[in-house]
């Protein structure tokens, strides 16, 4: 069973967050912001997109809908940077999507006491898939 929250809106108000702007709330700003996510959420029209940033001049984080043509004014604005963006499932790095290379099979172990023992470690293993950027820069994702 769901529940209807229109029953708790005035009278012709939109459920919908506002969409913001793409910019640090705190300095006014969209000069000193890191992009770190964009993704499309359900039931928005296509021109409306999630956005996570980070100001990195006072570091006030903020996630909220933005209109995808302000964010890509912004994106054009702060040029390539050495930072991954998750765009709509995609890891970006210098502006190009990461391809995926292979997978790689991790072991992970620590002791299982602090003292001096002789007892097995405890071990776990992790799969993983290798992204790879055109510039060589590449990073490990658990699959």
Do not use: K
Request: a negative charge; aromatic letters at 4%; charged letters at 20%.
């Amino acid at each position: 069973m769901s529940i209807d929250l229109s029953a708790f809106l005035p009278d012709g108000a939109d459920p919908t967050p506002p969409v913001l702007p793409v910019m640090c709330a705190a300095c006014n700003t969209d000069r000193d912001l890191t992009i770190t996510s964009v993704t499309h959420p359900p039931e928005q029209p296509a021109d409306i997109v999630m956005v996570s940033h980070t100001c990195s001049r006072c570091g006030h984080f903020s996630e909220h809908p933005a209109w995808v043509a302000e964010l890509s004014l912004v994106l054009a604005r702060l040029g390539p940077t050495d930072d991954v963006l998750i765009l709509g499932g995609h890891y970006m790095h210098c502006g190009q999507p990461m391809e995926r290379t292979h997978t790689e099979l991790r072991r992970l172990a620590a002791p299982m006491s602090t003292e001096d023992t002789t007892e097995d470690e405890l071990e776990v293993y992790l799969a993983t898939r290798v992204l790879r950027c055109v510039c060589g820069f590449q990073m490990e994702l658990p699959e």
